[in-house]
């Protein structure tokens, strides 16, 4: 099954009618999902294959983003990255739906592929050049193992104050999976409502930090320096690791000099950068501290580093 997950790409939900077939001639987009109201009328269109699709019954999700707000509760400036890293590992099985227009639609279908869900993006005419051009980048990559690599254990009882912890624990790249018991092949498990976690701590950035504290930064799979807006994910095994970055504010500006720290000792690496030609890693030491770290130049929507031994 999760092979099968992460072999799946986004999908786009198109609910132009077939007067607008050019548009997607156009960009090359062979493939859509439709209304079932307008199936027949997109059955006689050449060139398009159509298959109906119900969004009402998936999952709603934000637009991948950054707003740049003040923080409630600390009257910061530190950017809000609206991902739904959370959300698909909650719901892994899970259908899952879109509105992404224009630039945005890119980042969308990144972020659904990095966790292997499967989603529709509905999407603008703006946005079918960049969903075209990520859908063409994510089948260039080559396969790897899609088994996520993690060390925190989270127990979630599946409420909304559960939900804003692991929002967090995502967007400070602190890699979990869910568990129903503490798995001793992991650091640590995190009860979410136990006396160590518990419910009456209102704001969930003090239990981020607190379960960073109790992990160590020495034991983190991934670091990331130098931007507040990048989203990590790491899968593989087996001497290889694949390291997913995603820019969430790359529709206003992309990421340049991230250093990036992933645990144990790699190599040799290849990187796939989207959207930046001839893209290389520069500082690659292999050997820091029993860390491998890097530094990527530019970083747009969505770059793949792969490591091996």
Do not use: C
């Not at 063409?136 to 254990?153: D, M, Q, R, T, Y």
């Not at 000792?265 to 950068?273: D, E, F, L, N």
């Amino acid at each position: 099954m999760l092979l099968l997950l992460a072999a799946a790409l986004p999908s786009l939900f198109w609910d132009g009618g077939a007067s607008t077939a050019p548009a997607l001639k156009e960009n090359q987009i062979s493939r859509i999902a439709v209304p079932a109201a307008s199936l027949d009328s997109w059955k006689a269109v050449a060139g398009v294959a159509a298959e109906a699709a119900d969004p009402s019954g998936a999952i709603k999700l934000l637009k991948p983003a950054v707003n740049y707000r003040p923080d409630q509760a600390s009257a910061s400036t530190a950017p809000w990255v609206d991902s739904n890293g959370w959300r698909f590992l909650r719901d892994p099985g899970g259908r899952f739906y879109y509105d992404a227009p224009g630039e945005s639609a890119a980042l969308a279908a990144a972020e659904a592929y990095v966790y292997g869900v499967q989603a529709l993006v509905h999407t603008d005419t703006n946005g079918l050049k960049p969903f075209t051009q990520i859908i063409a980048f994510l089948k260039s990559l080559p396969e790897a193992s899609p088994h996520p690599l993690v060390n925190i254990g989270y127990e979630d009882d599946g409420s909304a104050q559960s939900g804003e912890l692991m929002n967090l624990l995502v967007r400070r790249n602190l890699l979990f999976r869910l568990v129903s018991t503490p798995d001793p092949k992991l650091n640590i498990t995190v009860a979410f409502g136990s006396s160590a976690y518990p419910k009456t701590e209102k704001d969930p950035s003090v239990l981020a930090q607190l379960v960073r504290s109790n992990l160590t930064d020495d034991k983190r799979l991934v670091r990331i320096y130098g931007s507040e807006v990048v989203i990590a994910r790491l899968t593989g095994g087996g001497g290889r690791v694949r390291v997913h970055l995603l820019n969430y504010a790359a529709t206003s500006r992309p990421v340049l000099g991230l250093r990036v720290s992933v645990e144990g000792k790699y190599p040799h690496h290849r990187i796939y950068a989207y959207r930046v030609p001839d893209a290389k890693l520069l500082d690659f030491d292999p050997a820091a501290a029993g860390r491998t770290e890097f530094t990527i130049p530019n970083l747009r929507e969505y770059t793949v580093i792969d490591l091996s031994r």
